[in-house]
């Protein structure tokens, strides 16, 4: 069995920044991309950032030059630094890994979501 959990999200003005945290724990033989999406009121979930196994990260136009993702491989955990927050930054922002487990095959798992809410 494999968990994501999140930690970090919460309420922050027009500016600032947050932090998001993701650990992966259980049976864990490797783990590929890990990475964040987004989902906010009415709309679709969608892509915020990504980062491969090797560290090569990408990034959802939107939030070019204000998030930064990063991972520890030796911890299984990836984190979403977040600065010059906007408003249309409010979602619940999840985190997902590709994760292969003992005696098992490559699956994507996702974390319970945490929120995210910028507003003065």
């Known amino acids: 069995q494999v968990q994501l959990v999140e930690s970090g999200g919460g309420l922050v003005q027009p500016g600032g920044s947050l932090r998001l945290s993701c650990a992966a724990s259980?049976?864990?033989?490797?783990?590929?991309?890990m990475g964040w999406k987004r989902q906010a009121p009415g709309k679709e979930r969608e892509f915020v950032a990504g980062v491969t196994s090797g560290g090569v990260a990408n990034y959802a136009d939107s939030v070019k030059g204000r998030f930064t993702i990063s991972r520890d491989n030796a911890k299984n955990t990836v984190t979403l630094q977040m600065n010059s927050l906007k408003p249309e930054d409010t979602a619940v922002y999840y985190c997902?890994?590709?994760?292969?487990?003992?005696?098992?095959?490559?699956?994507?798992?996702w974390g319970q979501g945490t929120q995210v809410t910028v507003s003065s």
């Open positions: 997902n890994a590709d994760i292969r487990v003992v005696g098992g095959y490559l699956t994507a798992y």
């Open positions: 259980g049976s864990i033989v490797s783990i590929n991309g």
